[in-house]
């Protein structure tokens, strides 16, 4: 049990200090092409809608396999 733990916590603390780490970097959006070297390491902006396709799957799979 506590090695769950630890791998989700793990898992939980790359995620915040990559997030963390993005959140410093210039945009590439706001500077034009100046800002190439310093991108970011995770599109947000995909991760975000694949986490949105994941849940919606989700609950999809949940109401087909509750109503059997």
């Known amino acids: 049990m506590q090695m769950l ?4 916590l793990g898992a939980l603390l790359l995620v ?3 997030y963390a780490y993005d959140s410093m ?4 959006v706001a500077n034009g092409q100046v800002a190439q070297t310093r991108r970011t390491i995770v599109n947000w902006d995909v991760a975000a809608a694949d986490w949105d396709a994941l849940k919606r799957r989700a609950h999809d799979d949940w109401i087909r396999l509750s109503s059997k």
């Open 16 to 18: 915040v200090g990559v």
């Open 25 to 28: 970097q210039t945009s590439t």
């Open 5 to 8: 733990l630890g791998i989700i």
